[in-house]
């Protein structure tokens, strides 16, 4: 079992490399900020209700740029927001293929552990 993960940890650790240049800092709500994902060229994913107000959004990269953003559409029975940026031309989140692959091999590990009895140790 060790082995499994020492490997799961291993691939987590591989999906936040990869993720990492990707997720952004999304500020339309007060004082907290919320997370996004650059999904395709000039758009970002992120939660429908952490976006409080419909105009003056801003993202912060992840190079620390902060930069203007506009409601591009939203769907509440989804909780999903679409923001379109102004001004980012870095290339979406790529390989998602490995990324979902990844995924379900932890959601597999996941599930093995909780239909064994026991609760995984990161939950």
């Known amino acids: 079992m060790q082995s499994s993960l020492v490997s799961l940890s291993n691939d987590l650790a591989k999906i936040v490399e990869e993720f990492q240049a990707h997720v952004v800092a999304v500020h339309a709500r007060g004082h907290y900020p919320s997370s996004g994902v650059h999904w395709r060229?000039?758009?970002?994913?992120?939660?429908?209700?952490?976006?409080?107000?419909?105009e003056y959004i801003?993202?912060?990269l992840p190079s620390g740029k902060r930069i203007d953003a506009a409601l591009s559409g939203r769907d509440a029975g989804?909780?999903?927001?679409?923001?379109?940026?102004?001004?980012?031309?870095?290339?979406?989140?790529?390989r998602a293929g490995?990324?979902?692959?990844?995924?379900?091999?932890?959601?597999?590990?996941?599930?093995?552990?909780?239909?064994?009895?026991?609760?995984?140790?990161w939950e």
């Open 78 to 94: 989804t909780d999903i927001a679409v923001l379109k940026l102004t001004d980012w031309r870095h290339p979406p989140l790529g």
């Open 58 to 60: 801003q993202v912060t």
């Open 98 to 121: 490995a990324i979902r692959q990844r995924w379900a091999s932890w959601r597999w590990c996941s599930d093995a552990l909780r239909t064994a009895g026991r609760t995984p140790a």
């Open 41 to 54: 060229p000039g758009f970002i994913v992120t939660a429908n209700h952490t976006i409080r107000h419909d």
